[in-house]
């Protein structure tokens, strides 16, 4: 499958009949679900889980999404959603790409970038990257074109 950006992070979906609104299509939510369950899954897979955020006492909190529905998912489509992190400051904030297609076809049916600000989890407040924030996540930093 060709996608946007080289390397991803890719998870497969199978379009479940509970992802289906009353337009007969996948709801606008599951999408988000979606980019939240790969961001979570590459986090875990690069050694970040949910338990080292706590030990670390960051977390990287949504600041802003942006989704860009593109086509339709249906019940029974096997979709791939792919996730690259394009940006990170170094200092406070970090940003994913994400690129969902159809396998059948192809087809991209959504392309979305999240931004990510870095918090204390004790306080909600800003708080630098983990110097091991920087080096993990900074590893796999694809550079998009501009």
């Not at 479940?16 to 979570?40: C, F, K, M, P, T």
């Not at 338990?51 to 942006?66: C, I, K, N, S, T």
């Not at 019940?75 to 994913?96: N, S």
Request: net charge negative.
């Amino acid at each position: 499958m060709e996608w946007a950006l080289p390397d991803p992070y890719v998870i497969d979906i199978l379009v479940e009949r509970a992802s289906i609104d009353a337009y007969g299509h996948v709801n606008n939510s599951e999408y988000l679900r979606w980019v939240e369950q790969i961001s979570w899954a590459h986090s875990e897979a690069l050694g970040l889980s949910i338990e080292r955020y706590r030990e670390l006492d960051r977390a990287m909190a949504v600041h802003r999404h942006e989704l860009d529905y593109l086509a339709p998912a249906f019940a029974g489509d096997e979709l791939a959603l792919a996730t690259w992190i394009v940006e990170c400051d170094g200092r406070f904030t970090l940003t994913r790409r994400f690129q969902l297609k159809r396998r059948e076809d192809g087809k991209t049916l959504l392309n979305a970038r999240t931004r990510f600000a870095c918090i204390a989890l004790s306080s909600g407040r800003p708080k630098r990257l983990p110097d091991e924030y920087q080096k993990i996540y900074g590893a796999v930093l694809v550079i998009e074109d501009s």
